[in-house]
Every structure is written in structure tokens, then in C-alpha cells.
């Protein structure tokens, strides 16, 4: 996403360049994500993991994301993910981006009943009449805390005191569907009129946005391995 992607690994060594590169050319060749000896969460690991949801994990999950648009696009993407997988959702994204005037927040609140029942025949999109339609009421409360705090931005990250909450997890056991933060928030967002905003939804967009970072610590997505640790 526009200003808010970052390469985990960026720090690494370049050593072995050429090889590891061939490696590559022959895996992409058959089907396979090449493996470039870097250690990530279990989620972004193994044979069954393709080459968009790795770099979704390498180069977005967990990196601050501040822009309403890309806030905004997040609350809608983890909405519709309710029920469904993210690597599902994922690869609907420039999808929604298009039906969705790119996450507009202003024009989507003022999209008619008339388009958005043209989406719900978009075999693109998850084609669920109330997530398409909570977009829209979705972006109008959007609206009013824009209207009242000055950005979505300011309300959301004041939950964390503006700062990445840095998590120290060992396995992929140990993170967690809520917390106490997500409970507040999804609470706030429910009270203002928000849809598709559970716990466990807003603990998923935390994470998406990096106001929790919760990769592993033997993750090289970590802060701690590649020098930028802030603890909150």
C-alpha cells in the first residue's frame, strides 16, 4: 500500500545473491514460493503459502499504516473477511479497491442502494448484502469521527497512545484472537454506528495496521532483528 510498505528485510545480507536468485528463477518456474532462508511467523511459512500472501506478510503486515484511505480500506477488508480466510480477502483487494472508489472514504459513504446492489452481482467481491452495504454505513461514521477528532488516524492510533504495541510471542500459539485494546475499540465502534468491528475483527485490524505488532521474535520481520526495536 501507498506509503506504508516497508521490506523486512532490507537490513539482510546480500552475500549469496546470485545463487540464491537462480534458486528462485527455478522455483517460480515450478509453481513454488523460493525459499530465501529467511525465518517468518508459521502463517507466512511452508509449501502451501504463495508468493502475494508472503510478501503481504514481509512488506505490510505489522507496519504503521496512517493514511484515513488505507485505515479505512482495512476496517472494510477485515469486515468482509468475517467468516472467511484473509489470504481469501487478499485476493479480492484490487477488487474492492475498484468498486470501492480506492477506499475513498467520502465517496464511498455517498455510493446509492443502486451500486451497491450492482456490487452483490461482482463475482469479485464476497457478495454478502450486509458487508457490501456496511462499507457504506461503514464510511459514514467514518465520517463523523473525521469530523470530530480532525482523521480516522488520530482517533484510532490515541487507542494505542500513538505508538506500536511490540509483542514478544515465541510460537504462533502464544498470539491472540482479542485483547483488552480490541475490546475497547470494537466496543467504541459498535456505539458509533459501526458494522463488522467483533474483538476478534479489530485485534486482525490492529495487527494489519501495525498498531500491534505481533510478528514472532524469531521472525525477521521483528523489530528486534533488524535493529528498529521500540517497545511500547
Avoid at 546470485?18 to 529467511?38: L, N
Avoid at 473525521?146 to 500459539?173: C, F, M, T, Y
Wanted: aromatic share 8%; net charge positive; hydrophobic share 40%.
Amino acid at each position: 500500500m501507498a506509503g506504508s510498505t516497508i521490506d523486512c528485510g532490507r537490513s539482510l545480507s546480500m552475500a549469496g545473491t546470485t545463487s540464491k536468485s537462480s534458486k528462485a528463477a527455478r522455483a517460480r518456474e515450478e509453481g513454488k514460493v523460493p525459499d530465501d532462508g529467511r525465518t517468518r511467523c508459521n502463517w507466512a511459512s511452508g509449501a502451501s503459502v504463495d508468493l502475494p500472501y508472503r510478501r503481504y506478510h514481509d512488506e505490510e503486515w505489522g507496519v504503521p499504516v496512517h493514511e484515513d484511505r488505507r485505515l479505512f480500506e482495512f476496517l472494510v477488508l477485515e469486515g468482509a473477511q468475517a467468516g472467511l480466510s484473509w489470504r481469501t480477502v487478499l485476493g479480492k483487494r484490487d477488487a474492492y479497491r475498484r468498486a470501492f472508489h480506492d477506499f475513498d472514504i467520502a465517496k464511498v459513504a455517498a455510493m446509492s442502494d443502486a451500486r451497491l446492489e450492482k456490487l452483490l452481482g461482482d463475482p469479485a467481491l464476497i457478495r454478502n448484502r450486509l458487508k457490501i452495504f456496511s462499507a457504506r454505513n461503514n464510511a459514514r461514521a467514518a465520517m463523523q469521527i473525521i469530523d470530530e477528532s480532525g482523521s480516522l488516524d488520530a482517533w484510532l492510533w490515541s487507542r494505542v497512545d500513538g505508538k506500536p504495541l511490540l509483542n514478544h510471542w515465541r510460537s504462533q500459539g502464544e498470539v491472540p484472537a482479542t485483547s483488552g485494546i480490541s475490546d475497547a475499540l470494537s466496543k467504541a465502534l459498535h456505539k458509533r454506528g459501526f458494522r463488522f468491528v467483533g474483538s476478534t475483527i479489530m485485534y486482525a485490524f490492529m495487527q494489519a495496521t501495525g498498531m500491534v505488532n505481533d510478528h514472532l521474535d524469531s521472525c525477521f520481520c521483528h523489530p528486534r532483528n533488524h535493529g528498529k526495536a521500540k517497545r511500547a
